[in-house]
């Protein structure tokens, strides 16, 4: 009996602590609403589109073959290619990032080489600050893109380049180019 009463009183206080009971109820469709759809931005190389420099001296780039041409401390070459963005959404940017660079550059010339990616491009509906590209109206671009490689002379304590970074493959392939989503 007083197991009754006590599940009675129980069932009491959770009918009162949950609130009222609602009898009536209505639903509806948003009609009205329409839909919500999502955007996108892809990146892809245009095929047969790089080309090399040397830039070692700023004021009069040359061709670079990285087939057949080496670099020497002091040397910065660059290969610029065109890729294609196609951006569609509001307030939408996108960043450029170059990434494991670790798999293309071999661990001796770790702290002598560097690789970095740049973006430029001029016209109607994008801009480009630093490596952010910013799109302001939807559409196909294309965007060209720099890869800066530069090898640097010596070390700051004494100017010298070591013996392990001679003969020595950077594997760009290993690269990877990615545009990240950044808000605009």
Do not use: C
């Not at 009971?21 to 892809?44: E, K, P, Q, R, Y």
């Not at 960043?95 to 494991?100: A, Q, T």
């Not at 070591?162 to 950077?170: F, Q």
């Amino acid at each position: 009996m007083k197991a009754a009463v006590a599940a009675g009183a129980a069932g009491a206080l959770m009918l009162g602590g949950a609130g009222t009971f609602a009898l009536w109820n209505a639903t509806d469709d948003l009609d009205d609403a329409g839909t919500v759809t999502t955007g996108h931005l892809t990146m892809t190389t245009v095929p047969a589109s790089g080309a090399w420099e040397d830039i070692s001296v700023p004021a009069t780039p040359v061709a670079f073959d990285a087939i057949s041409e080496t670099i020497v401390p002091g040397d910065t070459v660059k290969f610029t290619q065109n890729v294609t963005i196609s951006a569609e959404g509001k307030n939408l940017s996108g960043e450029l990032v170059i990434g494991n660079t670790a798999a293309a550059i071999p661990a001796d010339l770790a702290g002598h080489v560097t690789v970095a990616v740049a973006a430029t491009t001029s016209g109607p509906n994008i801009s480009v600050v630093g490596n952010t590209i910013t799109f302001s109206k939807p559409g196909t671009y294309t965007v060209p893109v720099t890869i800066t490689v530069a090898f640097a002379k010596g070390n700051l304590t004494d100017a010298k380049t070591p013996a392990v970074t001679m003969d020595e493959a950077i594997d760009l392939p290993a690269l990877s180019l990615t545009l990240n989503q950044t808000r605009a």
